[in-house]
């Protein structure tokens, strides 16, 4: 049995040879991550599934450039934080410039626990308004190791940054959250 990077590998081969039903598999494979990183990223599910649907649409115009020097996962990684990171910068730019904003994007999904619906939105809600609160480089190493559960490697593979640089990231970014957290 081959490795994962073996398998995208191979699906991006069949993808290139003219295969859509390869691309399917991909994302599949990758489209949950890579909205539950963008909505880390920005807070906002509308948001983080515009994104989502921007990297689909990337990787499937841009993955016949794609040089297998990397994993396909790092790769698109790669792409999601960096349509997040945008985002972020524009939506600044709107608030800079707009008069109001409404911030009614959270939505309760429907279930039969209603008391739990709410409990784990209210928690939700609170991570992601603390996550937003630290600066975006910082949010994107820490979603990175706490989230996605990569190493330090791994991110640095993502963001061409140093593992040291990443570490010190990485520390305060998780010394302000846990500031922001013991708030009331």
């Known amino acids: 049995m081959g490795t994962v ?3 995208d590998f ?3 081969k069949r993808f290139l040879d003219g295969e859509e039903v390869a691309f399917n598999l991909i994302v599949k494979k990758y489209q949950k991550k890579i909205y539950w990183h963008a909505r880390q990223m ?3 599910h509308l948001e983080a599934d515009e994104v989502t649907q921007e990297v689909l649409i990337v990787l499937f115009n841009k993955l016949k450039s794609f040089n297998f020097n990397s994993s396909l996962y790092t790769w698109i990684y790669k792409i999601v934080s960096t349509r997040s990171l945008n985002q972020i910068r524009k939506r600044q730019i709107q608030k800079f410039f707009s008069i109001d904003s409404a911030d009614n994007d959270y939505e309760l999904k429907e279930s039969h626990d209603i008391v739990e619906d709410y409990s784990n939105k209210e928690k939700l809600e609170r991570v992601e ?3 937003q609160k630290i600066p975006p480089k910082q949010r994107e190493i820490f979603i990175m ?3 996605d559960q990569l190493s330090y490697e791994e991110i640095a593979k993502i963001t061409g940054k140093s593992v040291g640089g990443l570490k010190a990231n990485y520390f305060h970014a998780l010394k302000k959250v846990l500031e922001l957290s013991n708030e009331k």
């Open 129 to 131: 308004k603390i996550l």
């Open 10 to 12: 191979e699906l991006i």
């Open 145 to 147: 190791r706490n989230y």
């Open 42 to 44: 920005l807070g906002n």
């Open 5 to 7: 990077q073996d398998n």
